[in-house]
Structures are given as structure tokens and as C-alpha cells.
């Protein structure tokens, strides 16, 4: 009999996983796709580009359509969304949401890859219309519905990834940006030294940085939709809100199905991506937890590499393969404007509440050698075990050419490197792309002298 | 007594080593630079784009000025030469080039470096005016006096890295080019498929690449300067010719004295670089052999990169520490127009002759998201060991961004990853810096299918 994998959720992870399945075993396997969108394969990550204008959306966003998935022989079924997994008899139950009819789909295999969803704190108006979380290419639909009406005042509530590119975004299309956060310096992921350069590029551009305040009250016009964000103290005008405060897994499905969830709310899984206590159940993306590499620790990362490493070593794994997962360094790039963003690993704050004895450094640096045209500066900030000088953490902040050296760093951290180690790394050196030193490397040597 | 360091050759290594060992014992140590020129502390990789017209010269190349040295402490004699070392009674002679007068130091520790000069093979007409090497700021000034008689025609001999640049240099200049090359393919330490991509880049932008042509003969005009390259095949004019032929160590002086030299006739060292048989005589840079990390052979690599290195670990190591420089893994990068290039490791075809069996994978990939706005071409192959699937080597020709991801594979290699180890790796993903793979881990990916 043909073996039947069922894949609810049809972006990065499951379309993945579903692919390498069909892709290993042919004939010998009916992969079905369930997917509550009319899209597939797309990037969560591209949406606010396409805000900015910068990106056509939302199909330029889509890597590989339902036809295209189709053509490789994967059943697509969108607007489809599952409501129930029965784990003993092995069964989904499944609405179609156009119809609204029922059906009930056998599996031999089940892989939940039902993403995440954008955090939206229990506050007063934060439902009203004009109010935006960004992570399906429909909520990129819904904001660009928003801005249609010419808005003038935007607020972005959160400093993340997602609200300064968000905020740029806004920026971008004429509106004027305030961003509000609980914390003091933007992007809570760096150290608060190296957060304050990117508040103070923000202003540079005319973005309004409100640290230190957190949002009390979404207010609403006599239309009913938003007018402004309340906070302790002030009230800021808003035609429209941009929620930037993190994502949380959808596992709720999961859950009633009785499979683990950690205390980040993810599914648990080992790590071949099986879900925790079954033999034939498998999960990744957004939906489940991580385990970090440095502390063993389990986590929420909602990452579109790690949803797509997570399909692979799903569908090979169902296909009768051996590979794993190993975890993650918390890894993230992005950028503000010009200023280019990126950390790896520990940052010293954590660290230190961990309780490990750390030292750090943070030197002054250039892009490209000091008399090349278009070198730049760049910020590198380095984190080091006390004694044994394992370097933990990274941190960058800088012009072009900046924010991608953290993989220098990230697989310098995956094994164990101290910073001596990294110092001695013989990493790529010509005038137009680096100075002699690499920036990482001369960060990891004044780190080596304090360790 | 004050300690005496005396310092043979005031570049990268030399200057590097100086600067360390006096910030390390300040008062309790004289340091004395010796150098032929009048330049310190420069960058000769720089030498291209000053040619070209991109960079000033000489002095913007000039990282630290024997003034700042001085300022420092050190003493710096410029237009000064080392003529022999006496290792038993511990001195160096020197003599003065611009009054010709002779003088002894004495040292308690002694570093040699004496740099590298570009190869002149033994052919008809190499010394000719207007044949020039690209090693030395005064190198430089030469070649820009040759370039003030407006010639039409260069001819570069050698397509490594400062052939094509200097190749790039002269065809901004407006000259016509053509390089000449043994090889088939330019870049030899490339593979020839990767190669070949530089070569159609090059023969795009206009210079022609004539490959497999051995140099035979520079010819003169009645004036005596150069006027054609003769090959087997053709006589091609030439008011200008560059040699980018490589570079050999200059250890004539510490052959001299007796110091032990190696295949390649570079200085040999331990990893402390302490000249082997020798308590307090240091060598490094490029007139000292390196050793390949995943070889463990002696092999001359002439870079900046190891030089500051050297100097570093030298300067240490004076003051009583124990640094290392464990060996090099033979990462470059370049770039032709606006083609970026780069390598580290092993070759396909260098493994195969030295009988390691070996698989390849080559993938094209772009250097952003798809659909961000200037995503580019890159083209990644990965060489990695059968069975273990050790990595041991990358190459990556590719539009901007790309050639600064070879040290992800730098640092991959550096730690004895397999490819499967690198496509799980945490790297930094955003549309604007990455695919949601990054092409390196791409190509690690398929390499992995293979071993």
C-alpha cells in the first residue's frame, strides 16, 4: 500500500518536509498538504520590503506556489484547515474553509507545521481596525488596506526585528513613525550599548524612539478605528499600528491532541524533529521549541531558516534517513536604514544573570580597509567565558558589510572556538572587503587579553 | 640592562612585532626597526587601486608613518638595510643607503622580516624599463611614471590575484590589456570550472585573456623600453607589462647566517615563530614558510593577513607569552570589475593528486532573497572528503556580497567540520543579506547527498 504522509501547514517547514518526502520516495508515498492559506512557500520575512515598496507582493514573496508544488507530484489542499488529530486511530479531521465541509484524512506519518502567530497582549482596542501584526502575507494584504487611506501617524509597538523594519517601512512611505517599547534601548536581542546605536540611527532618520513605555490602552476614533496609543505618559496620535512583539506558536491543535508542549508554548520534539513520545509524528518551524547549543536550554525562535532545516531533516527522516537538528545560536540580521544589525549566542546581560564569568569587548572598526572607498564603520561587540575564553555571544552594528560577519562568529560559537582561536583564523583579507584584520577578529583579540 | 630587540624590515610583520613587544615591556626594552625603504607599516595589497585611480598613494596606503612609530617609542631607522647577521656574537651590520655607512647593533632578541619580492623568471628582456613588479610602495611610483607616457598597450603576465587586479587597474586606466597566462584558466588556485567564469567576466569587460601561452621573450623598442610580449603563438604590443608572477621570500640575509630555510626558500619557524634552532631569532611574514592546517605541509603564502599575524604572536611571545599561529588554510579574496571571487582549503583537483578521495558540489544561488532588489549571481562549489564528508575546501565567484561568505567555510574547515555539520549551522538570514540557505550551506547541502 501506498504510505500516506499528511503535512498540515504548507509554508517553510511543511512544504519542506512534504517535498523531501515525495522527493525520496516517489511513488511510494502520498504527500498531502493541508494549508488554511490560499498561499504556500512563502517568505514571512520579505513582508515588510514589500510594505516599504521596495518588494512587489504578494506573489513575487511566494518561492514555490500550490501549482508549482502540485507539478512535483505534492496533493495541495489550500483554505483547508485541520481542526482535530486523532493520534490512536492515526487520523486528521479537516474544514474546508471555503465550503465548510468536513473530512477525515488517514496517516501513517503526520508532520504539524503550523507556524506562529503575532503576540497580541490582553490590552484595551488592541482588535480595533488599523491594528496590524505582521506574519501572513494576508496580514501584508490587511496593512496595505491600512495605508490606503493615507494615514499620517504610525506607531510601531516593539522594538524587535520585525517593528524596526517595520517602522523603516512606514518610514519609507511618508508616514510619521513613533516606536514604543517597555525597554529602554531598542532590540532587546543586543546588549543595551550596542541597542543605543540603532535608537540613535532611528532618530537620525526622523523615527521617534519611546523606550521606557509601555503601551496602556489602544485608543479608537468616533470611526472605530485606531486614533492613538496610550501610554503612562502620553498619548500618541496612530491612524495606524503595527504590532512588533514577537510571535507565539500555534499549537493549540497540538495540544488538544494531547502532544507536549514546553513552557514557551512550542511542541517538543527530539532532535530528529519526531514529537516527543511518537514514533510517526513529526514537527518544525515556528510551531515548536529549539534547544540552544551554549546552554541546553529549550526556546521559541521563529526563524524561516530554521523552519526550513527543520522540513529537511523531517522529510528525510520519514523517508528513512538519520539526520538531525543540532540547535541553535539565536542567530538574527537585519537592518535599519543603512545601519546593519546582527548577534549571535549570549549576550553579556544574560550571561551574567546565568551566572557565568564573562569578559567583553567592543571595538571601533572599518568595513573595508581604512582607505578603500566606501569603507564604513562598524561596531563589534564579543562575549567571552572568563578563563577558558570560549567565545559566547557577538554582536554587530555597522554600515555595509557589517551584519553578515556574524557567521564568522555563529560558526566560531557552534565549535567551541575561544578567542585566541578566532584570532588566529585564517579568514578571507583584500583591501575592497575587509582590513587585514576582520573586524570579528579584532574584537575576539581584545577580548583574548581580558579572558 | 635594557633589553635590545632589534627589528629587521618595518612592514606588517616587523612593525606589528615591534609595536607588541614595546607595549608589552615599555621602558625595559629598546626596539629598533631596520628598513630599506622609506615607508613603514603599508599596505601593498593596496597598490592596485591606488594604480587604478580608486585609492590616493602612496602615503594614504601608509597604515603608520615611521613619525607615528616613533611617537610610539620605537626607533625606527628608514633607508636603512640589514648586510649580515652574526648569530654567535648576536649583532646585525647595517648600512646607511643614503650615506653609506656602515654600523652594528647589538640584539637580545632578533625578528626577521624581510618581506618578499615579486618572481622575475630568467627570460629575455624581464629587467627591461617598463617591466614592472607590484610589491613595494616604490614599485608603485615606478609604474605610475611608466603609465605618465599615455601608453595604449599592457600586457600583465600572471592571472593570480594581483594579475587580475592590476589587470582591472590598467583597463580603468583606459589602456587596452591582454593577460598572459601558462594555464588555461586564470586563477589557478581555483579549479578550472570556477576559473572560467573569471575568464568570460574578464573577456566582458574588455581585457583579453590568453591562456596556455607561456612567455618567451619581452622585447625592447629603439628607445629601449619595452614594446612587445612574445609567447609561441604571437608578439603582443606592450608599452607596459606587469608581472604578477607571485612572490619569493627574501631570506638571502638569514640564509647567510646560517638560519635554515625551506623548499620554497622561506625561513623556517616553529608555531611560536622562533626561527627552528634558534632561542632569540623570530621570523615572520613574507620571507618565512607557513604551514597548511589541513596538509601539514610547509608551504609560502605571502598575505597581510598572516603578517600582522606573525607579528603579533612574535611581539608576545618576546615579552615572555606563549601565542601560537597554527597555520593557514589558504582563504583569498579578489575581485575583477564587479565580479567578487574567493577560496580556501583544498583544490578538486589538488586532493585527487594528492590521492584523497573527494567529492564536489556546485550550485548557483543568489546572494539575497530572490526577490529582493540587488540579489546577484553567486556560484559556490565545496569540496569534501568521501565517507567522512570532512569539508576541505570552497570556492565562490559571485556578484556583491559574495565573496566574504568563503569565511563561513574558513572557519568551518578551520574546525574539521563535515558538510553535514556546516548546511546545520545557525548563519544570519534576512531578505536584504541572504537566501534563507545561505549558498554556502547550499552547496553543503548537496555536497552532503554525495559523500
Known sequence: ????????????????????????LKRDVKVTILERQRYTSY??????????????????????????????????????????????RQIVTARDLTSGEEEVLDYDDLVIATGATPVRPPIAGIDLPGVHGIQLLSDGLDTLESLRSN?????????G?????????????????????????PMRSLD?????????????????????????????????????????????????????????????????AGLPTGQF?????????????????????????????????????????????????????????DLVFPGVLRTAVSKVCDLEIS??????????EMGWAVVSAVVKAHTRAHYFPGSGKIRVKVIAEKGTGRMLGCQIVGMAGSAKRIDIAATAIWNGMSVEDVASLDLGY??????????????????????
Not at 47 to 69: F, K, N, T
Not at 151 to 159: F, M, Q
Not at 343 to 352: F, H, I, K, L
Open 192 to 256: 543595551p550599548d550596542m541597542g543605543e546605536l540603532i535608537a540613535s540611527e532611528m532618530e537620525g532618520m526622523g523615527i521617534t524612539y519611546r523606550g521606557g513605555e509601555p503601551v496602556q490602552a489602544i485608543e479608537a476614533a468616533s470611526d472605530g478605528r485606531v486614533a492613538s496609543v496610550l501610554t503612562e505618559s502620553a498619548s500618541i496620535p496612530a491612524d495606524i499600528v503595527v504590532l512588533g512583539l514577537g510571535v507565539q506558536p500555534n499549537s493549540k491543535l497540538a495540544k488538544q
Open 161 to 185: 526585528y520585525i517593528g524596526i523594519e517595520m517602522a523603516e517601512a512606514l518610514q519609507q512611505r511618508g508616514l510619521d513613525v513613533t516606536i514604543v517599547d517597555m525597554a529602554e534601548q
Open 151 to 159: 494615514p499620517t501617524h504610525a506607531v510601531v509597538v516593539g522594538a
Open 430 to 451: 583584500s583591501p575592497p572587503f575587509s582590513p587585514v584584520w576582520d573586524p570579528v577578529q579584532t574584537a575576539a583579540r581584545k577580548a583574548a587579553g581580558m579572558v
Open 343 to 352: 548577534r549571535v549566542g549570549m549576550r553579556q546581560s544574560e550571561a551574567e
Open 43 to 88: 517568505s514571512a520575512c520579505g513582508i515588510p520590503y514589500w510594505m516599504a515598496g521596495q518588494v512587489d507582493g504578494p506573489d513575487r514573496l511566494v518561492v514555490r506556489s500550490p501549482e508549482e508544488h502540485r507539478s512535483r507530484g505534492l496533493v495541495v489542499r489550500t483554505r483547508v484547515e485541520a481542526t482535530a488529530i486523532d493520534t490512536d
Open 265 to 321: 508554548g512550542g511542541i517538543l520534539t527530539d532532535d530528529h524533529q519526531r514529537v516527543e513520545g511518537y514514533r510517526n509524528i513529526w514537527s518544525g518551524g515556528d510551531c515548536v521549541e529549539v534547544v540552544g547549543k551554549l546552554t541546553g536550554r529549550r526556546m521559541h525562535v521563529a526563524l524561516g531558516t530554521h523552519a526550513n532545516k527543520h522540513g529537511r531533516v523531517i522529510g528525510a527522516n520519514i523517508a528513512g534517513g
Open 1 to 24: 500500500m501506498t504510505r500516506q504522509v499528511v503535512v498540515i501547514g504548507g509554508d517553510a517547514a511543511g512544504a519542506s518536509a512534504a517535498s523531501a518526502v515525495k522527493r525520496a
